[in-house]
């Protein structure tokens, strides 16, 4: 009784305390207009305030007219080449993309097809070399049921089996980034196995990576307990990975990366803050909230075709009235892009193929009307600076539950993508050998004078 008492006590502790803290940590918003401060490290217009240079990809969301800033289509470009160029180009020789896309990120060039070769033959060997028991004792001794906290585990674990954890010569950064862009998937995957095991009493099972697959093949390999994928999916798992392959230097992971990296710390405390970062649902976790909105949506509305009972249903969740009450419609808009993401415009050409193949047509439709409305719900019920569309989140969600993936493996997925720019933009951190990144926080606490304890009340 005593020990319930006690935890009681605590418990009640931190409740009363916590209002305390909530109180002395809010801060008068007022005084970011005085003191012009960037909140977000956005301006007024939402542009971002440049921080640093980067050669590693290019995002356009506006063209420069008179002076004045105008919204455009979007454009992404890995270094220097058109992302749409890039997935038309290796479907058009039906190859998987996301190995070439590593190549051309880490080494600023596309690869001959001997180059992408050796790419290849070295992630299929670092596949191979993950240490002896690593699996047992790491992944499944601890499973975790949210596998970004699994991905960051395993990642700072690597540095215990590292012999040259510590050495941050770009040859030495290039091998271990190699080795995380061929072992993130099995992390992923094998983390989610255990925790299917461990918490919710499915079967058990390990499929080693193939070294002939490409890794979107492997993903869906090693996930599956029969290991079979049909060609689309794996070309449209591809795609995803290709697309979430980088975005730019001023995103919350990647940013996370440049800052840790500017510490000179080791690659597995950069790449884990960047995966931290990533976890959160305002960054790589949105494409599983856009997933479980849409459930949601399909259980309350009556007619999925009705379009003014989907904008009621819009208006309920910017009102905080329906689903989680956040007041968010899940993957519509972006911090930069206003007209269209040219990675959701890239993915939508391939989800209606997938739709047909799995018979789920009536949920695309369901998503192409929310893309429709959603922009119109949202201007007449906030006051926004530029257009809205759909992020490259709004459709990820349907593409991965249209492949039976578990929503566990949503932001994972983004994760092993992501994996290949974080890579380039620590290499290209380190390289420049920059100051550390430090930005300025002003102090608007009064000053206090020192009370001796026995005069505290």
């Known amino acids: 009784m005593g020990s319930n008492l006690n935890l009681e006590y605590r418990r009640d502790w931190i409740r009363k305390m916590a209002g305390v803290c909530e109180a002395s940590s809010t801060i008068d918003p007022t005084l970011f207009d005085k003191y012009e401060v960037k909140r977000g490290l956005r301006d007024l217009n939402g542009q971002g305030v440049l921080t640093g240079l980067t050669e590693v990809s290019e995002i356009r969301s506006y063209t420069v007219v008179d002076h004045d800033l105008v919204p455009c289509e979007g454009k992404l470009f890995y270094q220097g080449i058109d992302i749409e160029d890039i997935v038309d180009g290796f479907l058009h020789e039906k190859r998987f993309g996301y190995e070439e896309v590593v190549y051309l990120l880490l080494f600023g060039e596309l690869p001959t097809e001997g180059q992408l070769e050796d790419l290849k033959d070295l992630l299929a060997e670092y596949r191979k070399s993950l240490p002896t028991g690593f699996v047992r004792d790491i992944i499944m001794k601890a499973p975790s049921s949210d596998l970004m906290n699994t991905l960051g585990r395993s990642v700072l674990t690597l540095y215990s089996y ?8 770009t040859e030495n950064v290039l091998r271990q980034c190699l080795e995380l862009v061929a072992l993130l ?48 999916e794996a070309k449209i798992l591809d795609i995803a990975l290709v697309l979430h392959a980088e975005h730019g230097g001023g995103n919350n992971s990647t940013f996370t990366d440049h800052v840790v990296t ?7 405390a950069a790449i884990s803050a960047a995966l931290g970062s990533l976890k959160g649902p305002r960054h790589g976790g949105a494409n599983k909230k856009v997933s479980l909105m849409f459930e949601d949506m399909k259980n309350v509305l009556n007619d999925w075709e009705d379009e003014d009972e989907i904008r009621t249903y819009l208006t309920a969740l910017l009102n905080r009235q329906a689903f989680d009450k956040c007041g968010l419609i899940y ?26 193949e799995k018979g789920m047509m009536a949920e695309y439709a369901l998503y192409e009307k929310v893309e429709q409305l959603a922009p119109e719900v949202i201007a007449n019920e906030r006051h926004i600076y530029k257009g809205v569309s759909a992020n490259i989140d709004f ?59 026995h005069e505290r009340k």
């Open 331 to 356: 993957g519509m808009g972006h911090a930069v892009y206003s007209i269209s993401d040219p990675r959701a415009k890239t993915f939508r050409k391939f989800v209606r193929k997938l739709s047909e």
């Open 262 to 268: 500017s510490s000179g710390t080791d690659t597995y």
């Open 185 to 232: 998937p099995m992390f992923a995957v094998y983390g989610y196995q255990a925790a299917n095991y461990f918490h919710e009493g499915n079967s058990f099972f390990l499929h080693p990576p193939k070294w002939e697959y490409s890794t979107a093949e492997n993903i869906l390999h090693m996930l599956r307990a029969d290991s079979q994928f049909t060609p689309l």
């Open 395 to 453: 459709y990820s969600g349907l593409v991965y539950s249209m492949l039976g993936l578990p929503t566990e493996l949503y932001t994972p997925l983004f994760a092993i993508g992501r994996i290949a720019g974080w890579s380039a933009h620590r290499l290209e951190e380190l390289v420049n050998a920059g100051k550390i990144i430090r930005p300025a926080y002003k102090a608007v606490c009064p000053h206090k004078e020192y009370i001796p304890m």
């Open 162 to 169: 590292d012999e040259k954890a510590d050495d941050t010569s």
